[in-house]
């Protein structure tokens, strides 16, 4: 897992990263479609993914932070579905009704938060990509300019 010094090869940060972002994208939309259990075994493995890389990162604690939350909410929802399960809806429509709100709530904010924090990410992504094949464009017009003007050159000489 590591090289001779100690420090863990390259890209071994950005690879957990990847993997946890992957259990997040899950989980938001188990969130949102009302599968806290489900959840809460995805959002558990991205804390277990990301548990492993260098704390003190900004991007891993972002994506660590993430991961935890989830976890919370996760189970903090099924915590209160298993709850709703066990009141008597005859006797206590109420709590139960108010059990059941609870949870979706919880569930459907945080998925939608998750879901804008990882699309954030790849419109990120995607603005590097754009800003590197402008540069990529500009370098290759001025190359072709540049022989251009040089064949040119050549052929009036």
Not at 17 to 40: E, N, V
Not at 60 to 70: D, R, T, Y
Request: hydrophobic share 45%; glycine share 6%.
């Amino acid at each position: 897992m590591s090289d001779q010094s100690g420090q863990p090869p390259a890209g071994f940060n950005r690879t957990k990263r990847q993997w946890a972002r992957g259990f997040l994208w899950a989980t938001s939309g188990l969130l949102i479609f009302d599968k806290p259990f489900m959840s809460l075994v995805t959002s558990a493995c991205a804390v277990y993914t990301m548990h492993g890389g260098t704390w003190l990162s900004h991007k891993n604690l972002k994506w660590m932070g993430a991961s935890i939350i989830s976890f919370l909410i996760s189970l903090y929802s099924l915590t209160l579905r298993t709850e709703s399960y066990f009141v008597d809806e005859e006797k206590a429509y109420e709590l139960k009704t108010m059990l059941d709100i609870k949870h979706r709530h919880a569930e459907i904010m945080w998925g939608v938060v998750l879901l804008l924090l990882l699309a954030l990410t790849i419109k990120e992504k995607i603005e590097t990509a754009v800003v590197v094949t402008r540069d990529t464009v500009a370098k290759l017009s001025s190359d072709i300019s540049n022989s251009d003007s040089g064949a040119a050159k050549i052929k009036s000489g």
